[in-house]
């Protein structure tokens, strides 16, 4: 299949804001790409429209892409020839290695047409934002294959990987699922939170009995054992067992042959509070602690234990097999309440003792690996702060020609300036997009650079944000978390807007 055909598709995807339109057009794709006989090609698709490449990162980015050759004239490519330069390039290693990346990228946007060095970009670049979300690229593959979206669902949930799934369905029908199942050494997706406002809503929209766990900010982790071999997984199912011999450690020391766990590896202090997020995020890049310190780890759910798939069992039953299986100062804190008060207690000592919040889960819910079920709520205190945008970027895909990302400013009165703080294009409404793109053109301070629109710093933002990080990227040391755009504030002026103390006070308490 030419590349051609899906730059166009995903052109088409990008314009509509259709669900069912949306599926068609990637469904139409794949039974095509299958008609053909290509399987690899079918994987290839659905990663691509999904926003990703199956190599994961192969070290090209924005500035490796802000000069392109000229276009050529007619499409030539192939999506199986792209997905080969692809892995070329990333296995490019060694001195001259940033050279010879560049060489094989430039061959690569010689040879495609305008439309295909647009998809290519954005796909390299992580700007591909279309819609193709993993829930309408599984009901595609169900179209495309002609299966119960249902039967895919829970295939790609249990091998961890949409792309093979459909390839597999797509090309070999119905039979060719039943090699997707729980296996101990091959990740799951993991199960994921909706929100809930207050404990009082997560209480509610449970049926009124919850069970509360401290909600660790540390990193997620998928734990395998198999006799003596363990295996351990990120949220995004990369192996990370090379890393976390402390965690292997843990494991080993349980009293199971098979397991499949849930976790959370964590760098705390010797007082047992947290550390910040960074120094378990830089623990993690590296297998010896050094100074940083061993990592600890938190088990909350079992998945598997000895021979016994728990993955469809209610929540109450899995904890009860966790209980039995690890001693309670390795379990992340729990309460089951009916009572509001006791909640609203139980979140308060969490918050105290350093965590970000607490998840509240139905005693009743199975395990849906790989979906953001609605027997999990996260409840989290929302954060705000008044800043001052100081830049912004032209958007792509569905926001192709309004601009997006904005950069955020905190005042500094020492300097009488703005220090900037973070990015996000979260929040934005399509009516908020229109009239940004207006007014900050109205704002545009000196020349373009490239993608990025300098402004005036004029307009304050409302934003609300989860923690502060330490960050070595800007200025002040400090970078804000999971930021999203709640209003714009026509009522402030900058000379009101938050300052970087007030930032820091953030940080020094996160």
Not at 70 to 97: E, H, N, Q, W, Y
Request: net charge negative.
């Amino acid at each position: 299949m030419l590349l051609a055909d899906v730059a166009a598709a995903s052109t088409e995807v990008a314009a509509s804001s259709a669900r069912l339109v949306k599926i068609e057009r990637i469904a139409t794709l794949l039974a095509r790409s299958a008609a053909e006989d290509d399987t690899q090609a079918v994987a290839v698709i659905v990663s691509w429209l999904s926003g990703e490449l199956p190599q994961r990162q192969i070290g090209v980015g924005w500035a490796a892409l802000r000069t392109l050759p000229p276009p050529a004239a007619t499409p030539s490519l192939t999506v199986d020839d792209v997905d080969d330069r692809f892995s070329t390039i990333k296995a490019v290693a060694g001195k001259g290695s940033q050279a010879t990346r560049a060489g094989l990228v430039h061959e690569l946007f010689s040879a495609a047409t305008d439309p295909e060095q647009k998809f290519l970009r954005h796909l390299l670049s992580g700007e591909l934002r279309q819609g193709a979300l993993a829930g309408v690229m599984a009901d595609a593959v169900a179209k495309a294959a002609g299966l119960p979206a249902a039967e895919i669902r829970r295939a790609a949930m249990l091998a961890g990987n949409l792309p093979a799934v459909a390839a597999a369905a797509v090309t070999g029908g119905r039979a060719a699922l039943a090699d997707f199942r729980l296996r101990v050494g091959r990740p799951v997706g993991p199960m994921l939170a909706q929100t809930a406002t207050s404990v009082d809503d997560a209480l509610q929209r449970l049926g009124g009995t919850a069970v509360l766990e401290a909600k660790l900010d540390g990193a997620r982790v998928q734990i395998h054992r198999s006799g003596c071999d363990v295996s351990i997984y990120t949220r995004s199912l990369d192996d990370v067992t090379h890393r976390l011999p402390e965690v292997v450690e843990a494991t080993l020391a349980l009293p199971a042959t098979e397991l499949i766990a849930d976790a959370e590896a964590i760098a705390l202090r010797p007082d047992g509070r947290p550390h910040l997020f960074q120094v378990t995020a830089a623990r993690f890049g590296r297998k010896d602690p050094g100074d940083l310190g061993p990592l600890s780890v938190f088990f909350f759910d079992l998945l598997h234990v000895d021979g016994r798939d728990l993955l469809d069992l209610p929540t109450e039953e899995r904890f009860g097999a966790l209980d039995a299986l690890v001693r309670q100062d390795q379990r992340v804190d729990r309460l089951v309440t009916t009572d509001t008060v006791a909640a609203q207690e139980f979140l308060e000592r969490t918050l105290a003792a350093g965590h970000e919040g607490v998840m509240a889960k139905s005693p009743h819910a199975a395990y849906e690996a790989g979906r953001r079920g609605a027997g999990w709520l996260k409840v989290k205190p929302v954060h705000t702060l008044d800043l001052v945008v100081l830049a912004v970027e032209w958007g792509s895909g569905r926001r192709q020609g309004k601009l997006s990302n904005i950069h955020l400013g905190a005042r500094d009165p020492d300097s009488s300036g703005f220090v900037m703080l973070g990015k996000t294009f979260k929040g934005m409404t399509d009516a908020m997009l229109e009239w940004q793109t207006q007014r900050f053109l109205e704002l545009a301070d000196g020349p373009t650079d490239g993608y990025v629109v300098h402004l005036r710093p004029e307009q304050v933002v409302e934003i609300a944000f989860d923690g502060v990080q330490r960050s070595s990227r800007y200025p002040a040391g400090m970078a804000l978390r999971f930021v999203r755009v709640l209003r714009y504030r026509d009522d402030k002026s900058p000379a009101e807007a938050d300052t970087v103390e007030t930032v820091r006070r953030f940080y020094e308490r996160d």
